[in-house]
């Protein structure tokens, strides 16, 4: 039987590790082809991994030209291009606002909130192009909840929301779909150096855990099956919208903290 991404090329960011990794997997099982970018180096492991399906590519995402190469290796290598997975992330430094560093201010905006907007830039005139498209931003449940001593990460996860909801208006009508997902807390390597309280906080104003619905049976998360969800052709009215997902109360959790 034919996965509900078959035939599609996506581009997913952050792919060397976590909820990026996942994605990537789950895409190609749904029959997807898929350009794994990532600074690090472990996209190489996880193109390795999934086989032909998959190609990796060194991307810093807060780098026009790295951006533009990204997008067209999709194009490049399989001939096509659909899907844009604008994942990268970090958490950057914790400190109040009076002592935050604007070197780290900035660290946090180029690849939570610049890269947003690049990829966005030069994905768009590329699905213009051929009459369609689909983006995914990664934002967070930081974009709309306030976490103190993490200025630079909220102000750019709620950019990353609000960009979303911009292309979503300006591009509807042109066939192009653009969303966001908002994980609440997900065990990755952000996670990981967070306080305990910012990860009981986050899961209580979570809707996704407040309604119990964290994990599907059988998948390795909710993000990656919600993210698929929202890119198969038949979610067409799917634009502009918030999608809340969390994995911390699942036992597969650890599956996307390798990285």
């Known amino acids: 039987m034919a996965g509900?991404?078959?035939?599609?090329?996506?581009?997913?960011?952050g792919a060397g590790s976590g909820i990026g990794e996942a994605i990537a997997e789950r895409f190609c099982r749904e029959g997807a082809r898929v350009v794994a970018a990532d600074i690090s180096g472990r996209q190489n492991e996880t193109a390795r991994r999934i086989g032909a399906s998959c190609r990796a590519v060194h991307a810093d995402v807060s780098r026009s030209a790295d951006v533009q190469a990204m997008l067209e290796t999709a194009r490049s290598a399989?001939?096509?291009?659909?899907?844009?997975?604008?994942?990268?992330?970090?958490?950057?430094?914790?400190?109040?606002?009076?002592?935050?560093?604007?070197?780290?201010?900035?660290?946090?905006?180029?690849?939570?909130?610049?890269?947003?907007?690049?990829?966005?830039?030069?994905?768009?005139?590329?699905?213009?192009?051929?009459?369609?498209?689909?983006?995914?931003?990664?934002?967070?449940?930081a974009s709309i909840v306030a976490f103190p001593t993490m200025i630079a990460y909220c102000a750019a996860k709620g950019a990353a929301l609000q960009m979303t909801r911009v292309a979503a208006a300006e591009y509807a009508a042109q066939?192009?779909?653009?969303?966001?997902?908002?994980?609440?807390?997900?065990?990755?390597?952000?996670?990981?150096?967070?306080?305990?309280?910012?990860?009981?906080?986050?899961?209580?104003?979570?809707?996704?855990?407040?309604?119990?619905?964290?994990?599907r049976a059988g998948e390795r998360g909710l993000v990656p099956g919600q993210r698929r969800g929202v890119l198969h052709h038949g979610r067409g009215h799917d634009r502009g919208r918030r999608i809340y997902a969390s994995l911390m109360r699942s036992p597969l959790r650890q599956r996307c903290a390798r990285g």
């Open 4 to 13: 509900r991404l078959e035939g599609k090329v996506a581009v997913v960011t």
């Open 78 to 141: 399989f001939g096509r291009f659909d899907i844009l997975c604008n994942n990268a992330g970090i958490d950057g430094a914790m400190a109040k606002t009076g002592e935050y560093s604007e070197e780290n201010f900035d660290q946090v905006w180029s690849i939570n909130g610049r890269s947003i907007f690049l990829g966005m830039r030069y994905a768009i005139p590329m699905m213009l192009a051929t009459g369609s498209g689909s983006i995914v931003n990664t934002t967070s449940i």
């Open 175 to 215: 066939g192009i779909r653009v969303n966001a997902i908002l994980p609440g807390p997900v065990a990755t390597g952000i996670t990981r150096h967070m306080p305990a309280e910012y990860i009981e906080g986050g899961q209580a104003r979570d809707p996704a855990t407040a309604h119990g619905g964290a994990v």
